[in-house]
């Protein structure tokens, strides 16, 4: 018998944000065979008339094939590529795409969890990483903001840049051919450090902290950012907030202040294969690339031992050592890729709602990014399905299918 629904999936419904309905909103309402997850229990809110079932409610909304989320995530974060760890599930490369993407909506969700969680206790550090999508004429600067006590990632963003340094005439030739079609932003730097900025300013105006530093190398696209920012303007002048800039070229030791993101940098280098040295396995789609980020710092955050040679039995991780309690973080973790997550009832910063919207534009990509219907909706397609009474069910109802 499978459990009442605390909420309605239907966003319109006033059952839809609440932590957990009245009794009675929901009526069993027949159920369904499936050959993937077998009977799969229907019901009828009350309060919207709309029917659902528990698959709607499930991170494997309209999947036709389970598969093993934490698999896939230890294997991708082991420096799997997508074709690698589809063969090792035995499943579609098309197929580990889709998990994916469901699986980032979850790490978001986590991200967003874990934020409510935390008053900040430390000094940031934020840092471009470098890496590319389609092509190495497309290079990007993937930006973390990172605590420099816990290493906890508060926040990641992801910008296109153009392609600099030393070049044959060929490669510059073909670089202006592909520039006709995809030019990167040349602020986009600035913008994307902004929302980094953003983050940062809002972990800061709800800490008890007196003031904040934030350390960064000398890029003055970084600057910028900083200068456009009016809470840090205002918090400067105060003297709350100061930004230090460290040079790149410092060794990248413990004692470099800037060592949360190098570190940080290190391991996505190490674990992502997108991120590796000369590789073909790169990321095709921008989106997805972000995706995969989003996903490996929620696991970094929260899966990962805040030091490899902790004593045996200390627990300690990035998030606690952040200051998330325990308690909070396993609530959070238990049923973090079993529940599908609601755009709706997800409180999202700026940076990772980009992220869920699939808002980044791959290069060269003349096709419409693919936003499955159920990305922001909680039942798509409203009344677009014929009514269909299931067999077992009540016969008089007015109720549509979805
Ligand atoms: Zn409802």
């Not at 997508?82 to 197929?95: D, M």
């Not at 808002?359 to 399905?385: F, N, Q």
């Amino acid at each position: 018998m499978q459990r009442i629904p605390k909420f309605c999936p239907n966003d319109c419904c006033r059952y839809h944000r609440v932590c957990r309905v009245p009794e009675g909103t929901f009526v069993r309402y027949g159920r369904h065979h499936t050959a993937a997850f077998g009977a799969v229990q229907r019901f009828r809110c009350r309060g919207c008339r709309r029917t659902f079932s528990s698959q709607t409610l499930s991170i494997d909304y309209y999947v036709k094939r389970p598969v093993d989320y934490r698999r896939l995530l230890r294997a991708m974060g082991e420096c799997a590529g997508v074709r690698g760890c589809a063969r090792s599930l035995g499943i579609s490369p098309n197929c580990v795409i889709n998990r994916t993407m469901r699986a980032a909506r979850s790490a978001l969700w986590q991200h967003a969890q874990a934020l409510e969680h935390i008053s900040l206790d430390e000094d940031l550090a934020a840092d471009g990483f470098e890496s590319y999508a389609v092509s190495q004429y497309f290079p990007n600067n993937l930006h973390t903001l990172a605590g420099v006590d816990s290493q906890y990632v508060y926040a990641i963003d992801g910008v296109t840049i153009r392609r600099k340094g030393r070049m044959t005439d060929g490669q510059k030739r073909r670089r202006d051919e592909l520039e006709q079609r995809c030019r990167a932003d040349p602020r986009g730097v600035e913008k994307s450090f902004a929302r980094i900025v953003e983050q940062a300013v809002r972990l800061h105006a709800e800490s008890a902290r007196a003031r904040l530093t934030l350390y960064t190398d000398k890029k003055t696209d970084y600057m910028r950012a900083c200068a456009a920012s009016a809470a840090v303007v205002g918090w400067r002048q105060a003297g709350r907030f100061i930004h230090r800039r460290i040079s790149s070229r410092a060794a990248r030791t413990v004692d470099n202040p800037l060592f949360a993101v190098n570190y940080i940098d290190r391991q996505l280098r190490k674990d992502l294969h997108e991120h590796t040295r000369e590789t073909v396995c790169f990321a095709r789609n921008e989106n997805l690339q972000m995706e995969r980020l989003a996903i490996y710092t929620a696991e970094h955050n929260a899966a990962k031992p805040f030091r490899i040679n902790q004593p045996v039995g200390d627990t300690a991780t990035h998030a606690s050592v952040a200051g998330v309690e325990a308690q909070a973080l396993a609530d959070i973790r238990r049923r973090l890729y079993r529940n599908r997550k609601f755009f709706t009832r997800t409180s999202l910063p700026e940076w990772a709602e980009r992220i869920w919207r699939r808002r980044y534009s791959t290069p060269l990509r003349e096709a419409p990014e693919y936003r499955p219907g159920y990305l922001l909706v909680g039942i798509p397609y409203p009344g677009k399905r014929p009514a269909r009474r299931p067999v077992d069910a009540p016969a008089a109802t007015t109720a549509r299918r979805v």
